[in-house]
């Protein structure tokens, strides 16, 4: 089944520290999210990238996180000088393109701020 | 703001029993909505979506929901449920004309007694 895959699966660090995830879409589709979700919450939109561009981004997005998509297929979040309140379960998803299409989600990303 | 409202946040029933789940959404314009489903250890998956037509919207393993406009209601149906529904389900709006970014409910924990 190749869906989407993320990596790691789950991540431990201190406060302060940059972090790093990784996001491989399905192949084909040129759409991708990446999401956060906390305890007892559904998904939040973060970040939206059609191919390498990225479209949108949540205000939940501080200037301490970054995405990118440079050739338009995987993807990656980093969050710089983490802090306790990161801590989530970061989700991936991706689509096709065109207005009745669904995303896929990865399994997420579990961060984990000491 | 926009949000998306599921009445309930653990249900728990017998085997056979009947199932809805209620989701209300607060966005006046056109909407695409969708269920998504999150069995323990494993990552979202889509259970059904409406984008336009027939309002009752069936998907997979005997589910369906109701798109109610007036209402603006979008409601998870199953006749009879099984053990093997455990899961937490998630109601999501997509505004027609956004960039395709989903707004989620905070999600019902389903608990089905064998």
């Known amino acids: 089944d190749t869906g989407v895959s993320q990596d790691p699966r789950h991540k431990i660090t201190k406060r302060g520290q940059n972090v790093t995830f990784r996001c491989d879409p399905i192949s084909e589709h040129n759409r991708l999210y990446w999401y956060r979700q906390t305890l007892g919450q559904g998904p939040e939109f973060l970040t939206y990238f059609q191919n390498e561009a990225q479209l949108e981004k949540s205000r939940l997005l501080s200037d301490r996180f970054s995405a990118e998509r440079p050739k338009g297929s995987f993807s990656t979040l980093e969050i710089q000088r983490t802090e306790q309140g990161d801590s989530a379960m970061y989700l991936c998803a991706s689509s096709l393109g065109g207005t009745e299409s669904s995303q896929h989600f990865g399994d997420g990303t579990r961060l984990s701020i000491l | 703001a926009q949000s998306v409202s599921q009445h309930n946040h653990h249900v728990i029933l017998s085997e056979a029993a009947s199932l809805e789940l209620g989701c209300n959404y607060s966005?006046?314009?056109?909407?695409?909505l969708f269920w998504y489903v999150q069995y323990p250890g494993q990552h979202l998956q889509l259970l059904l979506k409406?984008?336009?037509?027939?309002?009752l919207v069936k998907g997979i393993k005997g589910f369906e929901a109701e798109f109610i406009k007036s209402k603006f209601s979008f409601n998870l149906r199953k006749p009879s449920v099984q053990w093997s529904d455990t899961a937490e389900y998630f109601c999501a709006v997509k505004r027609l004309g956004s960039q395709g970014n989903l707004i989620f409910g905070k999600g019902t924990k389903l608990s089905v007694k064998p």
């Open positions: 966005y006046g314009g056109t909407v695409n």
């Open positions: 409406y984008f336009s037509g027939d309002p």
